[in-house]
């Protein structure tokens, strides 16, 4: 009886360690993968602040469209830029997934959409969606 008495906390102190071993471990796991997404954003929006999306006619050329006249250009130039600004900002904070969802959802309701056409609308959504997704979003939930 005593050997089994013994027995039994011994396996729950092994069992203890193992299980805080894990949790430590998965604690580091989430950690990293924090980090790698956080740098995965951070490079989504910098390939997207360095490209030319809305000043090359090309891309224009590309949708089917004549480029927009240089105010609508810098328009979507500096939109773009303050979007990806406040976005990284908010998956920078320590709010739940749902704040985070609902602040996202505030900024994207704010861009200045009566200001453009149908077709600069989803030049637009299209070049803010790949920094919505590497945030963790659902870019067609928010558009």
């Known amino acids: 009886m005593k050997s089994i008495y013994i027995s039994t906390i011994l396996i729950f102190i092994v069992l203890n360690s193992c299980s805080k071993k894990q949790n ?19 490079n989504t929006i910098a390939t997207i602040k360095t490209s030319e999306t809305y000043e090359n006619p090309k891309n224009w050329k590309a949708r089917g469209l004549m480029p927009s006249d240089k105010p609508v250009i810098l ?10 600004d406040k976005l990284e900002e908010i998956c920078i904070t320590n709010e739940s997934s749902e704040t985070k969802l609902r602040l996202v959802s505030q900024r994207v309701d704010e861009l200045p959409w009566n200001e453009l056409d149908t077709e600069e609308k989803e030049f637009l959504a299209d070049t803010l969606a790949p920094a919505i997704k590497a945030a963790g979003f659902n870019p067609s939930t928010l558009f």
């Open 24 to 42: 430590k471990d998965n604690i580091t796991n989430l950690n990293t993968h924090s980090k790698m997404s956080n740098v995965n954003l951070a």
């Open 75 to 84: 328009l979507l130039r500096t939109t773009t830029n303050e979007f990806l």
